[in-house]
C-alpha cells in the first residue's frame, strides 16, 4: 500500500479512540482500578508513543520527543525501549494533564502525517504504522473493557452509553458437525495480521461438532440453579479453588438483588436472560462445559469452523457495547458479540518467530499460562478481526467480553 | 459561644480548604495513592457529610440529604451511622464528579448558615458545628500529606507550591532540664478540645530534660553514614524487621542522586542539613534517638514543657508548607514545623469517657497500637494545636511530618 | 549466692524441661505449627545454647563449642551474638536429631556443673546462670503452650495430660477498691528480675476497682450470646478489622458442636462455664471489658494491687495444665490460672537502661505494640512469678493462657 | 492377568516404598517443607488410603475401616470420596504416630492379599489394584523430591544417600532429525496407563529436531556466565517476574560459594559440570532455550521420537538418586535422569474421557495451568514409564527432577 493510503485509516483510527472519551471526564480518565486495567489517559498515551518510538524516532528527519519523559512513562512493556513506569502505578499519574496527553497526540498525528506525507520510509514504516493502528484499536477496546470495570466498582453504577434496548428471544442451541482431518489454520493471504497468528500450518483435527451459538444468560443460570457454583465436580482443581478463594457465586458483573441484574455499559439493568453470556474465566466457562456434557473448542476447531465466514457480526461500530440475542439459523455469533474461550494455551505455532527488535515482544514473550480466545466482541472495533485472530488471556480473566461457544466429540457413527 | 459567632469561623475554615484546592487539576483531586491517603475530593466530601450527617440531619426542618447515595459514599469510619464505602476504593469514585462535590459542599454551607441564623439547636449544636470545624482543619492538613504521597509518586515530581527559599543555619542543639514530680497534663479551661485530650489528670514524671530544637536532616544524615540503617543494634526488633520488610534505608522523601535530595510540596530539592528532619516512622525516630545516646520524650514530658508555652510556630499559614529552620534561644519549634513523636502509646486517660452516638467513634475505638505525637507541622492550620492536643499514628507511618525531638533522663546530681 | 549453691536450682530447673517432655514422641518435638511458635526439640536446644553461648563460652577453659553449627541454629535473635536461623524454619530441622539435642544438654550440664564446682566466673557467673535458668522457665511455659497450639490443629485433638476433672462453681464477682496516688511500682529487694521490672518507681494512679476474680468461661459466653462478635460497637477498630480478617466467632480453642467444647492440653472437653476464660487476644479482651462496663486494668494498677499478696496460684506445678475454679472471699486469681491482659502498652519504665552486650537484647527490642500481662497461668512454672514480673505480647495473641480481670475507675462519692 | 498374579507385584512395590524410607528418622518423615510437598509418614499413609479406599471398602466382606478418622486425614484431593483434611497442614500430623502408620500399611497389606488370594472383584479390582501399584511408584518418587527439599533446607546439609561418584565427560551435543507427518501419539497396547494418556490419535507435525541428550550443568552455566539471569529478553514476561520476585539468579539447588555447589541426595557436592541440569523451572527451561538458539520440544515431537525406545535409562533402582552423564552415540536419555519439560500444556487428549467415580478424579481435574514433561527421571521408579506417558506441573515447579532437552526446526532444505 502506497503510504499516503495511510493517511485517511491512520486519521480514522485516531479519531474513534478519541470519539470513545467524548461521554468521559476528564476524573473518569484518569483513575486505575486494578493493576489488569489501566487508565483511559494511558492508553491515550501509549498508542501515541507506539507510533512516536515505533515510527517517528527512526524515520523523522531531526526527530526530538514530546517529552522526554514519556519514554518511560508511556512504555508499557517493551524492555528493549528501556525502563518502563510500574503497571499498577498508572493511575497515579495525575500530571501530565489530560489537556497535555490530547496536545501529545495532536503534535504525534501532525507530524506522522507529514511523514506519510513525505513517503520516507517504504514498507518497514508502512509495517509498522499498520502495527501501530492495529496496536490501537486493541486498547480501544481495553478502554471500554477498563472503564466497564472501573465503574462497576462505583457504588452509583453510572453508565457509559444507552441503556440496551428489549431483545427477543434466542433460538434453540443446535449442533454443527465439522469433519476435522489434515487442516490448514494460520493468517493466509497478503493483508496484516499479527505474527502470533503465523506460520500457517497443518493440524489434524478429529472430527466434531459447534454450538450454533453462544451459551446465554438464561442458559448459565441453569447452571447456577443446579448447583454448578457449589459442586467441586463440574470445576478444574484450580479453577474450583480459584472460586472459593475469590468467593465468586455468579459472573462478574451479575447482581443478586430480588431479580438477577447485570451491569453493562449502559448502567444496572436487569439480566437479560436472552442474550449471551459475558464476564466468564476460563474457569468458569470450562465448568459450565462440563456440566452441559461438552467442551470448549480447540483454538484449531474454531479457526476452521470460521475460515470463509464472511467477518461480520455485533462490533464496537453499532455503539451499545454489549451482546445481542443470536440471529436464527445456521451458525452464528463467531464473530462479534463475545470472545470464545477455546481450551488452547496460548502457545507458539510450530516455526513461529517473533519479529526483530522491540516489537518482536509485542506477542511471543506472554506464551504461557494464558488460553486462547477468538472471534472478537460487542466492544472490538469493526474491521479489527480476522478467522486466524488470535486474543489470550490468563484463565482468571473476567473483565474482558468473555463468553461461551460449547463443542463436542463427534457422535460415533455420525456424520461428523 | 451564640450560635451567629460561629457563622465567620464557619466560612473561614471552609474557604481555607478551597483555598487549598486551588491549583490543583480536577484530576489530583480523584486519585488516592496508598490505603491510608484519600483523595482530596473525598475530603473535600466527607467533611461536608459530616456537617450534613451531624448537624442539618437533627437539626435542620425538613431535612432532605443531598444525595442519599453520599450518606454510604463519604461516612469515613462510623459504624453507629451504617454502611461505609472501602477505605481503599475512595480513588475509584470518578463519580459524582468533582463539581458535584462542590456544590455539595455550597449546599450544605448554604443551610448551614441558615441554621446558625436561626439559632436553633443551642449548646449542643454549638458543640457539633465547634467539632465540625476541628474536623475539617485535620482533613486540612491531611489533604496537604496526601497530596504529597500521591505527587511523591509520579516521576515528573510536580510542585504544589513554591520552591522552599534558601534557610539559615541551625542553632546547636542544648538541652533543657525539667524537675517533674506530679504535674497535671489534659486539656483545661473553656475552650474546644478533642474528647481524648480528657479528663484533666495528675501524672508523676521523673526529672528529665529535652532538646532545645527538633533533630535536622543534617544530623540525622549523620545516623545514616555511622550505618544506622545497617546495624540492627540501634532499632526495635519489629522496627528492624519493618527496615528490612520495606527496603529502608532513608527517610520516604529523601532520594539519593549524586547528592542528597527530598521530595517538598515545593518539588524536588537538594536536601536542606539545616532544616528539621521530617517523614520518619516511629521506628526510625526511636532508632535515631537511641544512636544519639537519647530517647524520645513521654506525652506527659512534652505536655509539662509546652505547657504556658505560646501557641506560636511554624503552621500553614505561611503556606510554605516545609518546615523551617529553628530560632535561637529557649527552647524552639514545640509547636508547628514538625510532629513530634513520643514514646507514648496512644492510651485514654484515667477517667476517658468516650462521647455518646457516632461521634463518640471519633477518637477511643483507635487506642491501640498507635503512638502519640505531638506539636502540629508546618502543614496544621494556624489555630489548631493546643498544648494538650494528641494525634496519633501507627509506628510505621511515614506520610505525615512527623519527626524527632531528643529526651534524656536528668543527668544524676544535675539540676533537673 | 555461692555459686556451687546454684548447682541444685539448676538440676531442678533442667530437669522439669525434660519432665514436660516425658510423654510426647519425638514427632511431637520435631514440629512447628506456625511462626509463633517453636518446636519443643528447638526449646530444648536453645535454653541450652543459652548457657552454652553466655556462660561456657565467656568463662569455661578451652572453651569448645559442641557443634559450632549450633550457634547459628538455636540462636533465637540475639544479633550481637550473629546470625541466626529463621524462626519460621525452626520446625524443618529434622537434624540434628532428638537423642543429638539431648546429648548436647547432657554435655552442657556436665561442663556447667563443672564450672559451678570450680566457683570461677564469680558475680556475673551467678547472674548469667540466673537469667538463664528463668529463661529456661519462660521456655518451659512455651513448650506448653505452643504444643498445645499444635495438638489443636490435630483433628484427632490429643491429650497431653489427664482430662480436667469436674469443676465446683465459681463465687460471684465482687469489687475490691484501691485509692491510688503516688505508689511505687517495679522490682524491689535483691531478689532475681529481669532488666523490664526496673527501676523501681514512682506512678500517680487515680483511684480504681478491680474485680475479685478472673472472668469465667460463662460470663463471656453471655458476651457471645449477646452478639458480641457480631457488633463493632464493643470493639477498637484494629479489633474489629482482626476479628473480621481471621473469621472469629468465639474464643482461639473453642469449638461450636451441639453444645460448646474447648480444646486442653488434657484433649477436646465439654467447656466448663465456671472455669477461668483463656486464649483471647488482647481486643477480646478489651471488647469484653467494654462491653461489660469496665475496662482492663492497667499494669500499674494491678501491680499495686499485687503488691505484697503470697505468690500463690495455679502454677504448673498441679500439672492439670488447665485454669482452676476461683476460691471464694478476697481477691483471688492474681497469680496463676491465666495472664492478665492490661491496656498498658509494653514501654520502658522511667530510666530504664538495658544490659550491655547480647543479653541486653533479652527484653528491651521488644518495647512496641506489645501489651503486658501480669500475674502468671497455669503453665507458669511455680517459682517463675514476681509482682512486678512484666509478660509482654501483641494484641493479637492468643496462644497464651491468657486471660481478663475487670477494671473499673471508682465510683464518684466512693470509698474507692 | 488373574488376581493372585498381583499378589507378588503387590508386595514388591509395597516394600520399596518402605525400603526408600530405611535410612530416615522418624523425625524426617514428619515434617513439611512446603505446601507442594507432603511428609513422608503422610506418604506412606496415603497410598494405603488409597487401596483401602479404592480396595477394601467395595469388595472386603464386612469391610472395617483401620480408623475412621484417616478417611479424611489422608485422603489427597478427592471429592467424591469427601472431607480432606488441608494440604498445607499434612506436616502438623505428628499423631498418628510413625508407628501407627506401619501397622496400617501392615493391616492394609494382609486384607488385601487376602482379597486378591479370594479372587473376588475380578477385571475392576485388578484394574484399580494396579492403578493403586502405579499411584504408589508415584508417591515413592515423590518421597524422594520432597525429602530433598527438606533437607536443602536444613544448614546442615544432610545426606540421604551416598555422594555422587566421579563422572565422565559428557558427549558433544548433535541433532537427532524426524520427518514428522500424521503421527499417533497415546497409549498403545494392552498394558496398563493412566486416563490422560488416551484415546491413541493422530497428530500432525512439522519435521523437528532433538538434541541428542540431556542439557548439562557446564552449559547452564554458560547462560548463567553470559547474563541469563539478568536479561529480560531471554524470558517470558511471566518468567521474568518470576524470577525478579524469587530473586532466582541459579538453579534451585545450586549454591554460589567460591566456587559452584549442588545440593544432592548425596549432601552438598562440587557442581558437577559433565551431569545434567535437573531442579529447573519451565521458565528457566524456556529462557535457556531461547537463549541456545533452540526451543523446547511438544510432547508430541517426544513421544514420536521415543516411540519404540527401549525404556531403560539411568531411573531409582540405581539407588543414586542423582542424574548421571550421558552416554556417546545416537540419542540418549530419554528415558530417566530429568523429566523433560516440553512446551505442551497439559491438555485432554482428542476424545479424552476421564473415568467414573473418585478416581476419575485421578488426572482430568489438572488440565489447566500446568506443562508435560516426559521421560522420567533418575528417581522414578524403573519399571514406572512409558514413552506416552505424561507428568505435569506448574511452569514455577522446580524441586522436580526436571531437565532439559532442546528442539529446533528442522533446517529449511535439511533431510528432517
Chains 1, 2, 3, 4 share one sequence.
Not at 451482546?323 to 455469533?333: E, H, L, N, R
Request: aromatic share 14%; with cysteine.
Amino acid at each position: 500500500m502506497p503510504l499516503n493510503d495511510l493517511s485517511a485509516p491512520y486519521r480514522r483510527v485516531r479519531d474513534w479512540t478519541l470519539e470513545l472519551c467524548a461521554a468521559l471526564s476528564v476524573e473518569d480518565c484518569c483513575v486505575q482500578s486494578m493493576p489488569d486495567a489501566s487508565p483511559v489517559k494511558w492508553h491515550l498515551a501509549h498508542t501515541t508513543w507506539f507510533f512516536e518510538t515505533f515510527v517517528l524516532e527512526p524515520w523523522e528527519r531531526g526527530f526530538q520527543p514530546f517529552n522526554e519523559a514519556f519514554r518511560v512513562l508511556y512504555n508499557s512493556y517493551y524492555n528493549a525501549v528501556g525502563d518502563k513506569h510500574p503497571r499498577p502505578e498508572r493511575g497515579l499519574l495525575t500530571r501530565p494533564a489530560f489537556a497535555t496527553v490530547l496536545a501529545y497526540r495532536a503534535d504525534v498525528d501532525r507530524r506522522l502525517q507529514g511523514l506519510l506525507a513525505e513517503q520516507r520510509g517504504g514498507e518497514a514504516l508502512t509495517a509498522l504504522v499498520t502495527l501501530g493502528l492495529h496496536h490501537e484499536q486493541q486498547h480501544q477496546e481495553l478502554i471500554l473493557t477498563d472503564l466497564k470495570h472501573l465503574f462497576s466498582r462505583n457504588p452509583l453504577a453510572p453508565a457509559y452509553a444507552a441503556r440496551p434496548p428489549a431483545a427477543a428471544a434466542a433460538p434453540a442451541l443446535n449442533w454443527h458437525d465439522f469433519p476435522g482431518g489434515v487442516v490448514m489454520i494460520g493468517h493466509q493471504g497478503s493483508g496484516f495480521c499479527y505474527d502470533n497468528e503465523t506460520p500457517r500450518h497443518r493440524v489434524f483435527l478429529e472430527p466434531y461438532r459447534l454450538a450454533s451459538r453462544l451459551v446465554t444468560n438464561g442458559e448459565f443460570l441453569q447452571f447456577i440453579e443446579a448447583g454448578g457454583y457449589r459442586e467441586p465436580v463440574h470445576w478444574l482443581a484450580e479453577g474450583w479453588d480459584w472460586r472459593v478463594a475469590e468467593n465468586r457465586i455468579h459472573p462478574l458483573y451479575w447482581r443478586r438483588r430480588e431479580d438477577w441484574q447485570e451491569f453493562t455499559l449502559g448502567g444496572l439493568v436487569p439480566l437479560d436472560r436472552q442474550r449471551p453470556l459475558v464476564h466468564v474465566s476460563y474457569y468458569e466457562a470450562d465448568a459450565y462445559a462440563r456440566w452441559a456434557e461438552a467442551r470448549l473448542p480447540t483454538e484449531a476447531e474454531w479457526e476452521n469452523a470460521a475460515a470463509g465466514v464472511p467477518i461480520a457480526g455485533h462490533f464496537a461500530g453499532r455503539r451499545d457495547f454489549h451482546p445481542a440475542v443470536a440471529a436464527a439459523g445456521g451458525i452464528s455469533q463467531l464473530f462479534g458479540d463475545a470472545w470464545e474461550w477455546t481450551r488452547s494455551s496460548y502457545d507458539p505455532y510450530p516455526g513461529f518467530r517473533a519479529g526483530a527488535g522491540a516489537v518482536g515482544e509485542y506477542n511471543g514473550k506472554f506464551m504461557v499460562n494464558q488460553y486462547v480466545l477468538r472471534g472478537g466482541s460487542c466492544v472490538t472495533p469493526d474491521d479489527h478481526l480476522r478467522a486466524s485472530y488470535r486474543n489470550f488471556f490468563p484463565a482468571t480473566a473476567c473483565w474482558q467480553f468473555s463468553g461461551i461457544r460449547l463443542a463436542r466429540d463427534a457422535e460415533p457413527g455420525g456424520n461428523g
